[in-house]
């Protein structure tokens, strides 16, 4: 069979039957080899189909199975949770699934946010990061084994963005050379972090150092929580999950208060900041090293922001085209719905987002691992760009993701708001990405603020040379150039794109400096000038991290026609990069009409080249998504399922519903009865 004849992932729990022949028509007319473009999502054919094993093996599995959620309570989904985790486990040993790599491959299949989601993303990179050798050779083994568990626990009540401003103390003590770790307040309460009510054993506690009176800022220490033997709280340690919460159901999300709770010196992680035996501090070799945890997991969260929008934009597309609704002229068959020019507009830009962020999250993994090599050779040059890059791309991306989450919901109809859909728990359990890892706001400021000071820096020495993403700061005379699209054409042009993006990044950054000096002229100082262009430094952050994406997407199709990947892909990935590109645009005409980069002689162009990118990707809706290449385990939605059995699928899984156990309704004989048979 040749590589693009081979179907991708087979259905596997739909109700079965017939496909939907709106699809299976749909599917034999794509004009491009969909398994192709799935071997280039995933890295290749071999890559892809070690993937499907992983997927398939997972996707037949009780133990994983995901539609029984919907009916379970909060309680008994931590506990579900719990069995998988057990259950990925064992299959580890089953499989010898001992790499990282495949481990995280059966994590992404199993698709839920187990409890040990902090443990593999934050509690043991940090000791990879922040321990000594020794460190790591005393709690990797032990992490890796899950003879003990761990999370990451910096927030707390009182603060989550202001690190430098928690509460909770490290105090040494010389005399038993030990650390006394204590919760002062209430609001140095340990709160939020994953898996630390009820599943940890230990956890990296972040804590302000004070050596003799002396503050030495906030330092992790790892810190046993509970026994070893009956998982009982140890001395000192009041621990517990904070309740109820928007979703996230199967994560014990947690506080934890200290009461002079006791740790060995050795248990601060001393990488790159040490305190002696004497009590003597050495200082880190960059001020904010031990923040590093925080940037590897906001470049993980960018690399997952396309395929969480993939996953919803493959449920509505799918059920789009199997959704008939109104016959265009009375005597003639209903259409479906992805044949309406509104349904396209809403969900193809976040089909080609979704692609867009693909290339995004390559780029960023591309961009740490540089920046973990320098780091290790103790050249620390490239952390401003890599933490001002992530953060703003976490922003963008994952607000882009959350939004385009609940577009695709309500592009599904009434279908779309029954959990049995799977978009309202993909939505809720996705929104807090806004929130942790930096609010998405706070992040914003950091772009801004390395952005302002690049360009402060690029006005008062002309010439200065800037890293490739920010070069654009050193051309003010862009500032000066229009765009010249005033034809259909023109608007396909990556060039003119690339242009227009980058002359919106650089006014807006132009304007907040300038804002930022008229307010200090006023007589501000700095601080209230920042104060004073907060919500413009917000969308400085988002106007650059837009020009990143597209600056990326351009070159990933430039790269792939040069390794002479088929035309047919390559025209369907530069369709979605110019829709990507121009209907951005749209959504934020106004930026670009302020200053008059663009007049209505462009944007009438640019509208109807917009609605002739969506005429062209219609005919490939379905194979654009299919080539994501999901389960049906995978999306957990009876609307998104690949046979279209949608309707069939939507019936049996509300039979699961627990009221329908019985045909009386619980509480008729209470409150239903008596009003029925009163007398009149
Ligand atoms: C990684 C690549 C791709 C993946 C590879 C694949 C391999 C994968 C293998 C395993 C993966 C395992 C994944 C497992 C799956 C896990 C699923 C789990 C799902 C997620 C669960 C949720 C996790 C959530 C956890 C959390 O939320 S933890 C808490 C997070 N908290 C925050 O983010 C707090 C935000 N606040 C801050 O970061 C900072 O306080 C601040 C806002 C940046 C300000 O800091 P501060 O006040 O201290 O500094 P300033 O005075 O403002 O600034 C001084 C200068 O320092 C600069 N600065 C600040 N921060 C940094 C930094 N981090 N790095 C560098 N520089 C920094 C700042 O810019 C200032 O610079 P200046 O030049 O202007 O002076
Ligand atoms: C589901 C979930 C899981 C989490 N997991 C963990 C975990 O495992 N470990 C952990 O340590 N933490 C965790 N957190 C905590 C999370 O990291 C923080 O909530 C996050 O960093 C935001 O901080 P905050 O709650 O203090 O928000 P705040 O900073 O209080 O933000 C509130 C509002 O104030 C605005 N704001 C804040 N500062 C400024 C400013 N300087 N200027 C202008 N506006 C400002 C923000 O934009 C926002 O709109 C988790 C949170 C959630 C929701």
Redesign the pocket.
């Known amino acids: 069979m040749s590589s693009s004849s081979k179907p991708n992932l087979p259905v596997t729990n739909a109700v079965n039957g017939p496909p939907n022949a709106d699809l299976v028509r749909e599917r034999g007319a794509a004009s491009f080899p969909v398994r192709d473009l799935t071997y280039l999502v995933y890295g290749g054919q071999e890559r892809t189909e070690h993937l499907e094993r992983i997927a398939n093996m997972v996707a037949s599995d009780p133990v994983f199975r995901k539609t029984d959620r919907f009916f379970l309570s909060r309680t008994e989904q931590y506990r579900r949770s719990l069995e998988k985790v057990r259950h990925y486990k064992e299959l580890i040993a089953k499989h010898n699934l001992h790499s990282e790599l495949d481990q995280q491959d059966l994590r992404q299949a199993i698709d839920e946010d187990l409890p040990i989601g902090?443990h593999v993303g934050?509690f043991i990179p940090t000791i990879v990061g922040q321990g000594t050798d020794e460190q790591q050779k005393k709690w990797l083994p032990l992490a890796r084994a899950y003879k003990i568990i761990g999370?990451?626990?910096?927030?707390e009540l009182g603060?989550?963005?202001?690190i430098r401003g928690l509460e909770t103390v490290a105090t040494y003590d010389k005399s038993t050379q030990e650390f006394v770790l204590n919760s002062p307040t209430l609001t140095a309460t340990k709160w939020?972090?994953?898996a630390l009510g009820k599943t940890s054993t230990h956890c990296v506690v972040f804590a302000r150092l004070v050596i003799s009176d002396r503050e030495c800022g906030v330092h992790p220490f790892m810190v046993q929580l509970r026994s070893l033997e009956n998982h009982e709280p140890l001395k000192g340690i009041t621990v517990g999950d904070i309740g109820p919460?928007f979703a996230?159901e199967t994560m014990d999300?947690g506080f934890l208060r200290f009461d002079h709770v006791r740790i060995p010196r050795d248990h601060m992680l001393m990488r790159f900041a040490q305190v002696a035996a004497d009590g003597t501090y050495s200082t880190p070799p960059h001020s904010k090293v031990s923040y590093a945890t925080m940037v590897f997991m906001r470049a993980y969260i960018i690399g997952t922001a396309s395929s969480t929008l993939a996953k919803a934009v493959t449920i509505a597309v799918r059920y789009s085209c199997v959704r008939k609704q109104f016959p265009l002229r009375s005597g003639e068959p209903e259409q479906q719905i992805l044949n309406y020019q509104n349904q396209q507009a809403a969900l193809f830009p976040l089909l080609a987002t979704a692609y867009a962020f693909h290339f995004t999250g390559n780029y960023i993994r591309q961009m740490y691992s540089d920046f973990v090599r320098g780091m290790r050779a103790q050249d620390f040059s490239v952390l401003p760009e890599m933490h001002a890059t992530s953060a703003g791309l976490k922003s963008l991306t994952t607000w882009i993701a959350s939004a385009g989450i609940e577009t695709c919901r309500a592009s599904c109809g009434g279908h779309g708001y029954s959990k049995l859909s799977g978009l309202p728990s993909l939505y809720a359990n996705y929104i807090?990405a806004c929130?942790?890892?930096?609010?998405n706001?706070?992040m914003c400021?950091q772009l801004a603020r390395y952005l302002l000071k690049l360009y402060g820096k690029a006005q008062a020495k002309p010439g200065l040379r800037l890293p490739g993403n920010v070069s654009y700061l050193e051309k003010s005379t862009l500032l000066d150039e229009r765009c010249d699209a005033s034809t259909e054409e023109l608007w396909l042009d990556p060039a003119r794109q690339l242009h227009a993006y980058r002359n919106r990044a650089l006014r807006l950054v132009a304007n907040c400096a300038n804002r930022l000096v008229a307010e200090m002229q006023k007589g501000k100082d700095e601080v209230l000038a920042v104060e004073a262009i907060?919500s413009d430094m917000v969308k400085v952050a988002k106007a650059h991290s837009y020009y990143v994406v597209l600056n990326n997407f351009v070159n990933a199709i430039e790269q792939l026609r040069a390794s002479g990947t088929s035309t047919p892909i390559l025209r369907v990935l530069k369709t979605l990069c110019d829709l990507f590109a121009l209907h951005f645009i749209q959504a934020d005409l106004g930026d670009f009409l302020e200053y008059g980069y663009l007049s209505s002689l462009h944007t009438e162009p640019l509208h109807a080249q917009i609605r002739r990118l969506l005429e062209a990707i219609r005919p490939d809706a379905v194979a654009l998504v299919d080539a994501f290449n999901f389960t049906d385990h995978a999306l957990g939605s009876a609307l998104g399922v690949h046979n279209g059995r949608v309707y069939e699928t939507l019936f049996e899984w509300a039979q699961q519903e627990p009221l329908n156990k019985t045909q009386v309704a619980p509480g008729y004989h209470e409150y239903i009865k008596p009003f029925l048979l009163a007398k009149m």
């Open positions: 902090l934050m999370t990451y626990a910096q927030t603060h989550g963005s202001f939020w972090p994953g919460k996230y999300n807090p929130t942790y890892e930096g609010d706001t706070v400021f907060k």
